[in-house]
């Protein structure tokens, strides 16, 4: 049997986390709370002043929604390790595997 009320509570929680980044990221952009240059990087993530900026929350939110689906391979990866259908597990890891490379090579 599937998992399909986990993994409806992970996509419902990730495009959740989201949207709400997205909408405190419109409030901070119409407000004011904006620069005219953001540095959309790892190390501004890290230190905290993406969650200050609105196009920060905004991109924020954007990867958040983006990343849902990773997070549901994930899952899926781990229940079908852990199952009797280890095959679907290896489809789930090359899945994973080609998402980040595609990601990682940006052409």
């Known amino acids: 049997m599937m998992p399909e009320i986990s993994i409806s509570k992970i996509m419902r929680t990730g495009l959740a986390i989201g949207l709400i980044f997205m909408l405190i990221g419109g409030i901070f ?21 993406l969650f200050v900026d609105g196009a920060g929350l905004m991109y924020l939110g954007t990867l958040s929604i983006i990343l849902t689906p990773m997070a549901v391979l994930f899952f899926l990866f781990f229940y079908y390790l852990f199952s009797n259908t280890k095959k679907y597990s290896v489809y789930c890891l090359s899945i994973i595997l080609v998402l980040i490379i595609v990601v990682s090579v940006r052409v």
């Open 29 to 49: 952009s119409v407000t004011g709370r904006y620069h005219e240059e953001i540095n959309l990087s790892i190390a501004n993530m890290l230190d905290g002043s």
